[in-house]
């Protein structure tokens, strides 16, 4: 089914990977009017000035409170807007919540044509999310490997032992005292600092 | 032994401590609880992630737990609040510009809110006069006690808060930084915010929020209604931790170690001797280092603070209708009074009834008669301005 490629929508997120993730994500579901704002000053202001149907922003964004003043149907206020979510959604609330973000849209606008927006949302929001899990898994075996490195280096001058033989005695201790190979190495390391 | 898991989420404000002292002073873990607070960014987050059942418990703004319950600007989910964490609190801190522009206009005591809501709205009409842009002031949040006493404030004086100035909402942590480039004039925020900025040498605070009401409930803990009815006996060991760590916050022997312990980066993350001047009601008023006194400035446990007091919800749902953010209802009024439950914490603390204060009307505000709550239409006939 062909996406309705009419609506604005503006995204407000200050991580512009996560934002240009979400937005390529959009464009590729038909949806062509997408701006980002990722300066969080004169949101409001920049906001009317877009006019869009459809707000979506990061849970850790403070100036998500700054968007709820657009709920009041006041004269400041030039389009209502509304929460996503109504009361027998709840599911989708969860799901936002737990994925970190939060739709907004023009009040009138029928629930049901936004959903898809939403949903994509969601799901490039947890992709984000676990690409920087696996990202942070990288850098912490990145700096691992470095530790053992150091600490095999440390073994064979102290011990005499070949790169061989010092990464198995590592292995082994580790095995026995059911830790994992980088702890016993940096406990090698700060030992050998103590002792220096 | 571990202790019966909690999450509870919180805004990094002073009159948070009560939650955080019971939970780093170890009170909710003598009560068996085993208490994870999470600091969060946003009121609209604390709301939705106790709404959905992410937090058991949550630092509130007293109308947001009032409006959650009516269903206002969100899904509706009745939240209870069985412990008031703080009665005032807040400060309305101006630009160096604008005090100046106010306090020559001034006449009598600058400290009363009428001789100052009336030098606003005359500098408001000569503003209008020379064609100058309005002046904008920041609040917290729609449903905030900031945004209403901002607006009882200048409406005292004749300012219209949405024809004559501008209201917007700003995160705590941007207030300061927004008075200094002067996206703002003025703002209502609790503390530590007014502080900072006349530590910075960029704004005066003008008022204390106890200068407008002697007594307004400011964050209450929060639980929702059906969760509190399926753990009663976990309400009653976390409204007795609450209770121990208000009366421990309000011994002044402990003032430092509290400021201490609010102080902390994953806490406030503000210097705790700042802090301290909030708890002790000491306040730097003036970059040239005006100090202003008041024993009403921040309640957290005195004078029956703690006590949830449905005057006080009362008056907050008056405020919603006089701004035109609700209708006013006997359902409506009936859903507000409910939300603050003094019965839950006279079961817990196990003392009866009394509020344990000499304000007449539970309010005590600067202008208008004497608050009733069971006639909120004829109240709010008495003032000028509201929106009909």
Known sequence: MPAEPFFKIVIVDESPIRAAILEEGLREAGFTSVERIGDMHNLLARIYALDPDVILIDLENPSRDVLEQMFQVSRAVKRPIAMFVDQSDSASIQASVDAGVSAYIVDGLKKERIKPVLDLCISRFNAFARLQNELEKTKSALEERKVIDRAKGLLMKLKGLSEDEAYVLMRSTAMREKKRIGEIAQSIITASEILK | ?388
Request: hydrophobic share 45%; net charge negative; charged share 20%.
């Open chain 2, 1 to 388: 032994m571990t202790g019966h898991p909690l999450r509870i989420g919180f805004i990094p404000l002073v009159d948070a401590s009560a939650l955080i002292v019971a939970v780093d002073k170890g009170f909710a873990a003598a009560e068996g609880l085993d208490v994870t607070l999470v600091r969060e960014v946003s009121w609209s987050n604390v709301r939705d992630k106790l709404n959905i059942g992410l937090f058991d418990a949550a630092h509130l703004l007293a109308p947001v737990a009032i409006a959650s319950s009516l269903g206002l600007g969100h899904i509706k989910v009745p939240i209870v609040a069985p412990f008031n964490l703080g009665i005032n609190g807040n400060a309305i801190t101006i630009s160096p510009a604008l005090h100046a522009a106010l306090m020559a206009q001034a006449d009598g005591d600058p400290d009363d809110p009428m001789v100052t809501a009336k030098a606003l709205a005359q500098v408001v009409a000569a503003r209008k006069k020379a064609g100058q842009e309005p002046l904008t002031f920041g609040m917290t949040f729609p449903y905030s006690t900031h945004n209403y006493q901002l607006r009882f404030w200048m409406a005292a004086g004749g300012v219209d808060p949405d024809e004559d100035v501008q209201l917007v909402v700003l995160p705590p942590p941007y207030m300061v930084e927004s008075l200094a480039n002067g996206l703002v004039d003025a703002f209502c925020v609790g503390a530590p915010w007014n502080s900072v900025a006349v530590d910075l040498g960029i704004g005066h605070i003008l008022h204390f929020a106890a200068d407008i009401l002697k007594r307004g409930a400011e964050k209450v803990l929060a639980v929702r209604g059906k969760w509190a009815e399926e753990n009663p006996d976990v309400l009653v060991r976390l409204i007795r931790a609450h209770q121990r760590a208000a009366d421990f916050i309000e011994d002044p022997a402990n003032r430092a170690e509290a400021a201490q312990v609010l102080s902390r980066a994953d806490r406030i993350n503000v210097d705790a001797e700042v802090i301290g001047r909030t708890l002790d009601g000491r306040l730097k008023i003036s970059p040239d280092g005006t100090l202003r006194a008041s024993q009403r400035y921040l309640l957290v446990g005195r004078e029956g603070a703690a006590r949830p007091d449905p005057v006080q919800a009362a008056w907050l749902y008056a405020q919603m209708v006089r701004w035109g953010q609700t209708k006013l209802t006997e359902a409506g009024l009936k859903t507000a009074l409910a939300v603050f439950r003094p019965d839950l914490y006279d079961t817990a603390i196990g003392i009866k009834g009394g509020n344990g204060h000499s304000v007449t009307d539970g309010i005590g505000a600067f202008v208008g008669p004497v608050f009733d709550p069971s006639d909120i239409a004829a109240h709010l006939k008495s003032f000028a301005i509201f929106r009909r």
